[in-house]
């Protein structure tokens, strides 16, 4: 019996076509951000591809590299005023704090949820709520340890205000470690994101907080591990 033919534009699912598949389910994309770190080990390694010590560090230095900017594919609940987190990493703090100064946002305590990335989490962060960016607000600081409860007020941060479509007002704070030298947001004021979306990234450990409006019920507890733009921090009030 005669083969069908394959409808264009439908997924090779045999031999190499489905190889290919495959790794690119498993293996995540590189974020852009990351291309230069990653370029410059690999130039070290074909320009010393006659010494096997540097050819061999160069190569692993670029895989190392591209393991820490990787982007992988999230997809967020498909539910109604849910928050999600905004970064992969492990939760250091569920509590009440005021937000940062900067902002402009008052002084009374709102619901709050720190995460802490170590340097093997991936480290792009994604907008815990659909909205408008209302605020952008970078502040020069220290650099000690992000998992340090203090880190939140004294390390130098990038804070960004979403309103959702209801109105209501999710913070979320970038916040560099002691080695992260490097913060990058790539939204802007105006901006409509959606839940989920990557928006910035922290160059080798750090921490993202998210502040919540007054009265939000928190779902989640310290030491529980996330996922950047899945796990469920909390739900707004309707």
Excluded at 28 to 38: C, E, K, R
Excluded at 74 to 87: I, S, T
Excluded at 203 to 212: I, L, P, Q
């Amino acid at each position: 019996m005669a083969r069908r033919p394959t409808p264009p534009g439908t997924p090779d699912r045999t031999g190499l076509g489905h190889v290919a598949d495959l790794v690119r389910d498993a293996i995540p994309p590189l974020h852009p951000a990351g291309l230069p770190f990653v370029a410059t080990p690999l130039a070290v390694a074909l320009l010393g591809r006659r010494r096997k010590w540097l050819r061999r560090s160069g190569f692993a230095a670029a895989a190392a590299t591209a393991a820490f900017f990787r982007h992988p594919h999230r997809v967020p609940p498909n539910r109604a005023n849910v928050v999600v987190a905004p970064a992969d990493g492990q939760i250091a703090l569920v509590d009440t704090a005021v937000p940062p100064a900067e902002l402009n946002l008052g002084d009374a305590e709102l619901p709050r949820v720190s995460i802490f990335l170590s340097v093997l989490d991936v480290h792009v962060q994604r907008t815990p709520v659909s909205g408008t960016v209302r605020e952008i607000a970078y502040q020069r600081g220290q650099f000690r340890s992000a998992d340090l409860p203090e880190a939140s007020a004294v390390n130098e941060r990038n804070s960004m205000v979403l309103e959702t479509d209801a109105g209501q007002l999710v913070t979320v704070v970038q916040i560099a470690g002691l080695l992260a030298r490097r913060i990058v947001c790539d939204a802007a004021l105006g901006d409509k994101l959606v839940i989920g979306e990557t928006y910035g990234l922290i160059r080798f450990g750090s921490r993202v907080d998210t502040y919540f409006p007054a009265g939000t019920e928190l779902l989640v507890t310290p030491g529980q591990r996330t996922i950047g733009g899945e796990t469920v921090l909390a739900e707004l009030l309707s």
